[in-house]
């Protein structure tokens, strides 16, 4: 039912770009904030980017500023991060998130995965 399908992962060179792409279905897609999660081998995993439900607000790790943009198009129930430059240490398992506040309980969806590995 409740889905979210990663996209775009590779291999590529340092310096060179990707685009993912997260396409949700099964719940309120425009209600939810989105996020990129990412987990490098034998690390946590840790919070990329994220954007708020109607995509007014942007946040992102120090890491990636400047380098990645995630946006989203709530007509088509999709979330994207564009990476450029990209740096062997971005090497990961990058992962979409859904999340959703109310006002006394919280939900999150998470997709399967998508590997992004950055080498010459």
């Known amino acids: 039912q409740v889905q979210l399908v990663e996209s775009g992962g590779g291999l590529v060179q340092p310096g060179g770009s990707l685009r993912l792409s997260c396409a949700a279905s099964?719940?309120?897609?425009?209600?939810?904030?989105m996020r990129w999660y990412r987990q490098g081998p034998g690390k946590e995993r840790e919070l990329v980017a994220a954007i708020t439900s109607v995509g007014g607000s942007t946040n992102y790790a120090d890491s990636v500023k400047g380098r990645f943009t995630i946006s989203r198009d709530n007509a088509q129930n999709t979330v994207y991060l564009q990476m450029n430059s990209l740096k062997p240490e971005d090497t990961a398992v990058y992962y979409c998130n859904a999340h959703y506040r109310g006002f006394t309980w919280e939900r999150d969806y998470w997709g399967q995965g998508t590997q992004v590995t950055v080498s010459s």
């Open positions: 099964g719940f309120t897609f425009s209600t939810y904030a």
